[in-house]
């Protein structure tokens, strides 16, 4: 097992998450990435397999991570995942509740593992300091770095291969992770338990899907504002929900929409959704400790509905809960408690879409014997009404040329995108749909 197997069968056959947990665990570190971030050597490759075993692009056993995680059967058409609690949460610190993309959680609780020595750093994604509008994993081990990595970034990026870093240190580490990038470090800590024993909490985001790099650079250069004058870029700033927004160098301050951040994404990851994410089925990190998503307040009513700025948490292991019992006991956040019947109505929608349309397009190539991920399951017939929402999604994808990205996000940046956007809204309410605002 050698990295060209990794290359033909992985990266060539379409099926790479460009996740960075084969450049993470390369002994020899000879694996680096190109400029759309997929793995390349750049190196002597020593075929000691460990890339090609730990990699979750081509083959993931949900069965056999349920029984050894949670000791159940994988269900695949349990939404939520095996979850133990369902929390709303924020940290006490208001600094990092409001700085965060949704309530803050998860830099609040690695800021707190961190105080405690629980953890000698965590793995984040910050902004890259040379180019302040591309994004890049870092081992952060100060409070104020975990603080600056704070916010999602909804590009690809292989963030795992700073776990290469963690080969060389001593002591435990806080993983945060989009699903993807779970199932590899699940692979890994069988594969090589010397680094995966130095992960002590993973960390996972809910995720719908994931922008290739050239999307959001494409964004701001319809609005005509160039990169080389962007000092800092947001995908959740300015506020909650947030939303795209530049700091120009020239100390001005740029917000690209005015229309929701779900409806921009919605059509952000039509037009530049990476490939693997159109046959994942995982939305809300099935495999981590602790999953993270955005609560909804005002889709809730009495108590919930004052709940702003919080993050929604499914607990599904038993560090997970621990850290959660201790922060809380310490005062560290505030925590409720919320039955699993009541978990959010839109993220489960967001579920049952994504798993619901991508399990249509994988029965779709598997049928015409194209390269698919192997999840050991045997996917039931999709619905109807998932095959016409796989077939209405993929009409977007007539646009996913250059002249038609650049048409569809003219007008979704201008006021023309509001006009068209509040006639959506309405339609939605009229017709039954799931209202963004
Ligand atoms: C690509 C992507 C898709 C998502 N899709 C959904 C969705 O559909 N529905 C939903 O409810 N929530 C989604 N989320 C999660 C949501 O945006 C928040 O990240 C989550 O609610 C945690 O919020 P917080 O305020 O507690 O986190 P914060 O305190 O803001 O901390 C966020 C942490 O995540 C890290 N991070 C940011 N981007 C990445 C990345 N790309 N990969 C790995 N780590 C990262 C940051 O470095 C930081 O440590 C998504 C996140 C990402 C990155
Ligand atoms: S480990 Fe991740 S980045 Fe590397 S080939 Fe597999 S999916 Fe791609
Ligand atoms: S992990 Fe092993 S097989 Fe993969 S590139 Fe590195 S040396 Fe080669
Ligand atoms: S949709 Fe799936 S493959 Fe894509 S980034 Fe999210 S978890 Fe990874």
Not at 51 to 68: M, Q
């Amino acid at each position: 097992m050698n990295f060209s197997e990794l290359q033909q069968n992985i990266v060539e056959k379409g099926l790479c998450a460009r996740c960075g947990i084969c450049a993470g665990v390369c002994p020899v570190q000879v694996i680096s990435f190109d400029q759309d971030n997929f793995p390349q050597l750049s190196g002597k490759c020593t075929s000691c397999g460990l890339c090609t075993k730990s990699c979750p692009g081509g083959d993931v056993n949900f069965p056999e991570l349920s029984r050894t995680l949670f000791n159940t059967d994988y269900d695949q058409h349990d939404l939520q995942g095996y979850t133990e609690n369902l929390y709303i949460a924020h940290p006490e610190d208001n600094d990092v509740r409001f700085s965060g993309a949704s309530g803050g959680m998860v830099t609040g609780l690695l800021l707190y593992l961190l105080e405690k020595k629980e953890i000698d750093g965590a793995l984040v994604v910050d902004y890259d300091s040379d180019q302040p509008y591309l994004t890049k994993g870092i081992l952060a081990t100060t409070p104020d770095d975990i603080k600056q990595a704070a916010q999602s970034k909804y590009c690809v990026t292989p963030s795992m291969e700073v776990l290469r870093e963690l080969r060389k240190k001593k002591g435990k580490y806080a993983v945060v992770a989009l699903p993807c990038q779970i199932h590899g470090l699940r692979k890994l800590q069988q594969t090589d338990p010397g680094l995966g024993k130095k992960i002590g909490y993973i960390f996972g985001l809910y995720c719908n899907c994931t922008l290739k790099t050239n999307g959001h650079l494409e964004a701001i250069k319809a609005c005509n504002i160039k990169l080389k004058d962007v000092a800092r870029f947001g995908f959740r700033g300015a506020g909650w929900p947030g939303g795209f927004v530049v700091d120009k160098k020239d100390g001005s301050h740029i917000p690209l929409h005015t229309i929701n951040i779900k409806n921009v994404m919605n059509v952000m990851f039509r037009l530049f959704g990476a490939e693997r994410c159109y046959l994942c089925v995982d939305a809300l990190a099935e495999y981590a400790d602790l999953s993270f998503g955005d609560f909804w307040a005002f889709d809730y009513s009495g108590e919930l509905a004052k709940l702003e700025r919080c993050t929604l948490i499914s607990q599904r292991t038993e560090a997970g809960e621990k850290v959660m019992r201790q922060a809380a006991a310490d005062g560290a956040i505030t925590l409720h408690t919320l039955p699993k019947e009541f978990m959010s109505q839109r993220i489960l929608k967001m579920a049952q879409g994504k798993k619901g349309r991508n399990r249509v397009r994988f029965l779709r190539m598997q049928s015409k014997r194209k390269p698919v991920p192997e999840y050991h399951v045997s996917m039931d017939e999709p619905t109807s009404r998932a095959k016409r929402s796989e077939f209405l999604y993929r009409c977007w994808f007539l646009f996913r040329g250059k002249m038609g990205r650049t048409f569809i996000l003219k007008i979704l940046f201008s006021p023309l995108g509001d006009v068209l956007d509040m006639v959506n809204e309405k339609r939605k309410k009229l017709f039954g749909g799931y209202s963004s605002n």
